[in-house]
């Protein structure tokens, strides 16, 4: 009787939500089946569409299992880099299946889209889930880690985006090889020394705060997933980014219909594509905040902007010579504005512990204003 009452290990399936460990494998099987169709009809653009969806939320809920296993800052770290790397295949794919100057500033407009929808919006959501609804709430955030990142963002866009603006060696907004190489190296000395400096000199600048201010250790947590789910979660993460980002590129033909029929600019559709790719951050974002881990959703949305750019940059600039395309980096008169107004707002954000709606929301309008001037330039 007593070797009948001791409970029987479950599985890592049985443990998670049922939903989130089919929607990466339909999402795959998805890929797969709709990969080489070009124009899908409309109602099989719906479907999916809806799969996309579902596997978006998959992502959440296996990237959060992670988080809760490894701690801060090393889960929103993962997730930061898993998305980049999936971002820049696409980006490749899309590189090697277009041609002319929309080719060739592709990369610059999906980092620059993947900075605005970072440090604003996922920022801004984070902010304001994490803020409540009580009258005169205000959110913790760890200063010192959150200063130290957006630093880092700050140096990284204006290296890679401002500069190649104000060059004199090169036609327009391009760079020479030896400039482009420089910027690649610098880009990776940046984002390795910000890694070591977050997850081992001083990880404790970037781990959440209480509402007293206190650090909250791993002991404060619920005790973590078994290891075997989190390991299980991880091969389902990975397999539900793929199908996030292989599903966004099969809906991009469906978008750029859209896009035309609005009478769009082309340029919106790479917008449209990071929403998606960047959507499970965002939503793991706002789910910090609201759970009161303020500092996971800057976390988030910092070290997404800092991966973005330190491994999308190189790895495109290494490939450039293999693709045979010249990399327009230089950022337009307007973009510079938002890309400044941005950093300037997000400046006074992270200069102090506390944090209020006001912040959050100044940074979702900035985001609105560069959604609408990519609709109306």
């Known amino acids: 009787m007593a070797a009948m009452s001791k409970t029987a290990p479950q599985s890592p399936r049985a443990l998670l939500p049922r939903w989130t460990t089919w929607a990466p494998a339909v999402g795959l099987v998805t890929l797969a089946l709709t990969w080489s169709n070009k124009h899908l009809p409309v109602a099989l653009s719906v479907v999916v569409a809806i799969i996309l969806a579902a596997s978006v939320l998959s992502a959440v809920e296996h990237a959060e299992v992670v988080a809760a296993r490894v701690g801060e800052p090393f889960g929103s770290l993962i997730l930061a880099v898993a998305v ?6 696409l980006i490749v794919m899309l590189m090697t299946s277009g041609s002319g100057e929309e ?3 592709l990369a610059r407009d999906t980092v620059f889209s993947a900075v605005m929808i970072t ?12 803020t409540g609804r009580r009258k005169g709430e ?50 990776i000395v940046v984002y390795v020394t910000f890694v070591m400096t977050q997850s081992i000199q001083h990880r404790d600048f970037f781990l959440p705060l209480n509402r007293r201010g206190q650090v909250i250790t791993a002991s404060a947590h619920a005790d ?7 390991l299980f979660s991880v091969g389902l993460l990975m397999c539900a980014l793929v199908a996030v980002v292989g599903l966004a590129k099969v809906e991009s033909p469906a978008i ?3 896009v035309a029929a609005a009478s769009l600019p082309q340029a919106f559709v790479g917008v449209v594509i990071a929403l ?15 759970r009161g881990h303020l500092q996971v959703g800057i976390n988030l949305a910092f070290g997404s902007a800092i991966a973005s750019i330190g491994l999308t940059v190189p790895t495109l600039a290494a490939l450039s010579p293999l693709l045979d395309v010249d990399l327009e980096l230089g ?10 107004t941005t950093m300037a707002v997000g400046m006074l954000t992270v200069s102090g512990q506390r944090v209020t709606r006001l912040h959050g929301a100044l940074h979702l309008v900035v985001l609105a204003a560069f959604l609408f001037m990519s609709i109306i330039p």
């Open 256 to 258: 750029e219909a859209g």
């Open 84 to 89: 980049t790397v999936i971002e820049v295949g």
């Open 119 to 130: 440090c604003n919006g996922i920022l801004g959501l984070a902010i304001l889930s994490g």
């Open 276 to 290: 998606l790719v960047l959507a499970p951050e965002t939503i793991a974002a706002y789910n910090a905040g609201r």
């Open 224 to 230: 973590p997933p078994p290891t075997k789910v989190a």
């Open 138 to 187: 205000t959110g913790r955030i760890n200063e010192e880690g959150s200063a130290a990142a957006l630093a880092t963002v700050v140096v990284l866009a204006a290296l890679t985006l401002v500069v190649p603006r104000f060059t004199t060696s090169a036609r327009g907004s391009f760079l020479t090889g030896p400039q482009l190489a420089f910027e690649a190296a610098a880009s």
């Open 103 to 105: 080719t060739q500033s």
């Open 331 to 340: 950022l337009g008169n307007l973009q510079i504005v938002l890309l400044i």
